[in-house]
């Protein structure tokens, strides 16, 4: 609720809120009362055309708060934790519009905002219907990509671990857990032994930063921070971009990709030229990326890079011709 408390607005909705649940404060009908006698703002609708209606809503509030107060009604706050139990298979949606499964495999209560699942990732990518549950208590763990075995992290982790690690994403703040991209499914499986409290894991945000772990470790999810991609241009020629930054905001109607396009083209373009390369524009991106369309020729440690704004946002359909021909957009 906006307005503060000498606004005569904040004490009718306040009074119509409170009556509407069944819990009207003496104080705050008396205070609505006095801002309906008093006219609250309707002097300033004088001579318009809402004037009418705004009187006709003042009117039908004052009838209501004349009513004796409906019986409470009860307030349920949507609960912010998930009851997760070992062997449970959760679907979650990737930015790339795909899904993957989390086996559950313990939970410890005290980490994060609320008790966090210790998961580690079936082999399944799927579009729209999951597998079938014979299908899902046959899949193994999805692999680790190779290089990221390598990073200083791994070392306390047991061997058996390296190949499919486990992880457990947490709730930092009230609103962090994605619920809209999680759906439980009716499987079960049976997970590797693991206890929070002695089992190396990687911990990492529900937000952000999930969909950043996904394709770097496993390569799901959509290309990874870094990412050099390839592509083939109609007069024969190759291009490179690498990913700067993604985002799936609730403010944004679909995930958004900040691509920065590298001065260096060519098929025959190496690892040493790639690194080197200066970011001679930026293209943000709106959309899932086709499966299978994007060529991941290499990698750039990612850099803070802010967000470029007044870009003309295209899809990865339109992506290839803006490349060949970036004068049509630019200012």
Same mark, same amino acid.
């Given at each position: 609720m906006t307005? =503060? #408390?000498e606004d005569p607005l904040f004490w009718l909705a306040l009074a119509d809120t409170q009556w509407t649940w069944g819990r009207l404060e003496a104080h705050v009908r008396k205070r609505a009362l006095r801002a309906l006698a008093d006219g609250a703002d309707l002097a300033l609708w004088e001579g318009k055309p809402e004037h009418a209606a705004r009187v006709l809503v003042f009117q039908k509030l004052a009838t209501r708060l004349a009513l004796p107060v /409906?019986? /409470?009604k009860p307030v349920r706050e949507r609960a912010i934790s998930v009851a997760w139990r070992r062997g449970q298979l959760w679907a979650y949606s990737t930015l790339d519009?795909? $899904?993957v499964v989390f086996r559950i495999t313990a939970v410890d209560p005290a980490y994060g905002f609320v008790p966090s699942p210790l998961v580690e990732l079936l082999d399944i990518v799927f579009? #729209?219907? /999951?597998p079938s549950a014979a299908a899902l208590r046959r899949a193994g763990l999805r692999p680790v990509r190779a290089s990221y075995i390598g990073q200083s992290l791994f070392d306390a982790f047991p061997a058996e671990h390296? *190949? =499919?690690?486990m992880f457990m994403p947490k709730v930092n703040n009230r609103g962090d857990l994605p619920r809209h991209r999680l759906k439980r499914l009716r499987a079960h499986g049976e997970p590797r032994p693991a206890d929070p409290a002695t089992t190396q894991v990687i911990g990492l945000a529900w937000e952000a930063a999930l969909d950043e772990f996904l394709p770097d470790a496993f390569e +799901?999810? *959509?290309p990874r921070l870094g990412? +050099?991609?390839a592509w083939p241009l109609s007069n024969g020629d190759t291009a490179y971009t690498v990913v700067e930054r993604m985002e799936w905001p609730d403010t944004l109607p679909s995930t958004m990709w900040q691509l920065g396009l590298l001065a260096c083209r060519g098929a025959g373009v190496g690892a040493r030229q790639i690194k080197a390369a200066s970011v001679v524009r930026q293209l943000v991106v709106m959309g899932f990326p086709a499966v299978g369309a994007l060529r991941e020729v290499g990698y750039r440690k990612p $850099? #803070? +890079? #802010?967000h470029v704004y007044g870009l003309i946002f295209k899809t990865w359909d339109e992506l290839p011709d803006e490349i060949e021909h970036p004068d049509r957009s630019l200012p």
């Open positions: 307005g =503060s #408390d /409906p019986p /409470p519009g795909r $899904k579009d #729209d219907e /999951p390296r *190949g =499919s690690p +799901v999810g *959509g990412a +050099v991609l $850099k #803070d +890079v #802010d």
